[in-house]
């Protein structure tokens, strides 16, 4: 069984940064795929960034702000956000998946709890 513990999350200013940390286990991160989703209030799920292997995919909302990473040795994935805007406020969640490094939600088969991120103005 995949569990995924995200952590990290925050108040912070527009402008501002915070970095995301996502920590598995039944799953080696460096074999699967580890995403990230967030979703606002009265929002879909939406796809923020996934990582597998060596490759990276990014939602244009977030891409050349965000930055996915991973340590395999901790077996843990983060998500470095600068630049944050008010429009960044959500719940994060961290999710994974044996093969798939798509971006829709439907086909993770792991999910973590979630963890609140709100950008002031």
């Known amino acids: 069984q995949v569990q995924l513990v995200e952590s990290g999350g925050g108040l912070v200013q527009a402008g501002g940064s915070l970095r995301l940390s996502c920590a598995a286990s039944?799953?080696?991160?460096?074999?699967?795929?580890m995403a990230w989703f967030r979703q606002a209030p009265g929002n879909e799920r939406e796809f923020v960034a996934v990582t597998k292997w060596t490759l990276t995919r990014y939602a244009d909302s977030v891409r050349g702000r965000f930055t996915i990473s991973r340590d395999n040795a901790k077996n843990t994935v983060y998500l470095q956000m600068n630049s944050l805007k008010p429009e960044d406020t959500a719940v994060y969640y961290c999710?994974?998946?044996?093969?798939?490094?798509?971006?829709?939600?439907?086909?993770?088969?792991?999910w973590g709890q979630g963890t609140q991120v709100t950008v002031s103005s």
């Open positions: 039944g799953r080696t991160i460096s074999t699967g795929t």
């Open positions: 999710a994974s998946d044996r093969e798939y490094w798509g971006n829709s939600r439907y086909e993770y088969d792991s």
